[in-house]
């Protein structure tokens, strides 16, 4: 059973910055494609970030482009991705996504298991 469980989410001020983590566990965490989502209140989920096996392609929302960055550490079984310079329309409930082999995908129905989620939240 694939595990996935996010972390680092909370309260800051517009500008500032968090660090998500997403620990995998069960499964081989190599050949995951990683994803991570979101999705604001009264709104569909959408598309953040996409990284390959090793971490050589990824891929971003254009709103993200140059504040987020996603990484991985398969050493470790945990994806991440930083925000910086982040805005009150960043805030939203976080997700991240596994999808076995293939490539980066940036549509949900392509990833194959989902974290619980953890609040972000940016005050203006």
């Known amino acids: 059973q694939v595990q996935l469980v996010e972390s680092g989410g909370g309260l800051v001020q517009a500008g500032g910055s968090l660090s998500l983590s997403c620990a995998v566990s069960g499964g081989s965490f190599t050949y995951y494609i990683m994803g991570w989502f979101r999705q604001a209140p009264g709104k569909e989920r959408e598309f953040v970030a996409t990284?390959?096996?090793?971490?050589?392609?990824?891929y971003y929302a254009d709103f993200v482009k140059g504040r987020f960055t996603i990484s991985r550490n398969n050493a470790k079984n945990t994806v991440y991705l930083q925000m910086n310079n982040l805005k009150p329309e960043d805030t939203a409930v976080y997700y991240c996504?596994?999808?076995?082999?293939?490539?980066?995908?940036?549509?949900?129905?392509?990833?194959?298991?989902w974290g619980q989620g953890t609040q972000v939240s940016v005050s203006s």
């Open positions: 996504a596994a999808r076995y082999k293939l490539g980066p995908s940036k549509s949900i129905p392509d990833y194959d298991f």
């Open positions: 990284i390959s096996w090793v971490g050589g392609v990824s």
